[in-house]
């Protein structure tokens, strides 16, 4: 029997697709082999990947799927029940891993100790797989720290401080400690900010990430996401507000009240929800419109 794998890398999915078979085969093409992945379908009732997956005739891949369907918040937990790595991703179906992600992903940890995640370099990619670079991704990338040529390590507070900003991590690229994050687990109660809520409650868990800049990932960003929806009617905005006067309680509680006045504020959310208005406007959607001024201006 072959030894347990150093990462498991985990693909939660709802049906079978192209990009879901381009997002296996760019694990399958790493050029660091200690691997593991499962593919996690929640319950599709019309199709799922299982007889593609086994005539990969892949040892180190393996096919799960859920009894019924749990939603993507309940699927991201069951993912990381599944690991048994030290390291683990929870790659996205439509996104894509360059040769040599793991293998930059296990220089940056040797290298550094005491690591908890590591961010690497992201390339974002439209529907079509060519490269874009929409305005969401312009903020994150002006936003995030900057990394040396060695990666920069980002200490508890610094990470929290930062990330309540402005979010510019890109969570399907990010690789976490298996141990941490599996005790504590994903807020289901945020699921529009399920990434976030974990990287926020592994800084105050006193956790700490690396970045480094080797460019080893693509992002799909797609034109009519759920996110995307949600944010155009205003009903995300609603549950981040919740969501940042939550950490803006627990930040204060251990005494760090620079990142508590930044989550009160959350200032690129108002933002965010002000350059959906003229959106919500000319649909004439009055009560999107309604939630979405009340999201910038309340206090």
């Known amino acids: 029997m072959s030894a347990p794998a150093s990462i498991d890398v985990i693909l939660p ?5 192209p990009q ?3 997002a296996v085969r760019s694990v399958i093409a790493q050029t660091d082999t200690d691997w593991r992945l499962i593919c996690v379908d929640d319950a599709h009732p019309d199709s799922d990947a299982s007889a593609w997956i086994a005539s990969l005739a ?3 891949i393996q ?4 009894e019924t369907n749990l939603g993507v918040a309940g699927n991201f937990a069951r993912c990381l029940e599944l690991a048994t790595a030290p390291w683990v991703t929870i790659m996205g179906s439509d996104d894509r891993m360059r040769p040599s992600h793991l293998t930059e992903f296990r220089k940056a940890i040797e290298a550094s100790d005491g690591v908890d995640i590591v961010q690497g370099g992201v390339v974002v990619i439209s529907d079509d797989g060519r490269r874009s670079y929409p305005l969401a991704d312009r903020v994150k990338s002006i936003l995030r720290p900057r990394a040396h040529a060695s990666g920069r390590l980002l200490s508890s507070r610094e990470l929290a ?3 309540t900003r402005a979010d510019w991590a ?3 690229s990010l690789i976490w400690r298996t141990a941490r994050v ?6 289901e109660e945020y699921e529009i900010a399920l990434d976030l809520g974990l990287l926020l409650d592994v800084a105050i868990d006193g956790g700490v990430m690396l970045l480094h800049d080797a460019t080893t990932f693509e992002y799909r960003r797609h034109r009519a996401s759920a996110s995307m929806s949600s944010a155009r009617s205003g009903l995300r905005f609603a549950q981040e507000r919740r969501f940042f006067l939550d950490y803006a309680e627990r930040f204060s509680a251990i005494g760090w009240m620079r990142a508590a006045r930044i989550a009160r504020w959350h200032l690129v959310s108002r933002l965010n929800a002000l350059t959906e208005i003229p959106g919500a406007v000319l649909s004439g959607d009055l009560t999107a419109v ?3 001024l009340v999201h910038v201006f309340r206090p």
């Open 290 to 292: 309604s939630r979405l």
């Open 63 to 66: 096919h799960v799927r859920n």
């Open 170 to 172: 890109y969570f399907p």
């Open 13 to 17: 999915y709802y049906g079978d697709h």
């Open 182 to 187: 599996q005790r504590l687990g994903f807020r």
């Open 58 to 60: 892949d040892p180190r």
């Open 20 to 22: 879901l078979r381009d």
């Open 161 to 163: 401080t930062s990330l």
